[in-house]
């Protein structure tokens, strides 16, 4: 049974950093792609990176070069380090376990979700 559990949300000052990990189980996900979403209340969740099979990544407009996605094959886990974090950067993160090598196409299975809560 595939699960994933993210961790490293928190309550930080803007500026500051957190690094959220999704550690994934169930099996070898080294081929997939992963994502990080993130949803606020009332909003639609909406993508802020991937990192494909193939290592390529992609980050939404909002938070390019601030956060890094990366990955750890021999974990099952993806990273999301954000840094100089915004206000506008608060909402509950997830990762999503996709398909594709070049490219991320949404899956079915999520994680829980973690807060991450930016105050001005």
């Known amino acids: 049974q595939v699960q994933l559990v993210e961790s490293g949300g928190g309550l930080v000052q803007a500026g500051e950093s957190l690094r959220l990990s999704c550690v994934a189980s169930?099996?070898?996900?080294?081929?997939?792609?992963m994502g990080w979403y993130r949803q606020d209340p009332g909003k639609q969740r909406e993508l802020v990176a991937f990192?494909?099979?193939?290592?390529?990544?992609y980050y939404v407009d909002s938070v390019k070069g601030r956060f890094t996605i990366s990955r750890d094959n021999a974990r099952n886990t993806v990273y999301l380090q954000m840094n100089s974090l915004k206000p506008e950067d608060t909402a509950v993160y997830y990762c999503?376990?996709?398909?594709?090598?070049?490219?991320?196409?949404?899956?079915?299975?999520w994680g829980q979700g973690t807060q991450v809560t930016v105050s001005s």
């Open positions: 990192i494909a099979g193939s290592g390529g990544t």
């Open positions: 169930g099996g070898d996900f080294s081929i997939n792609s």
């Open positions: 999503n376990l996709g398909t594709g090598w070049i490219s991320h196409v949404k899956g079915d299975y």
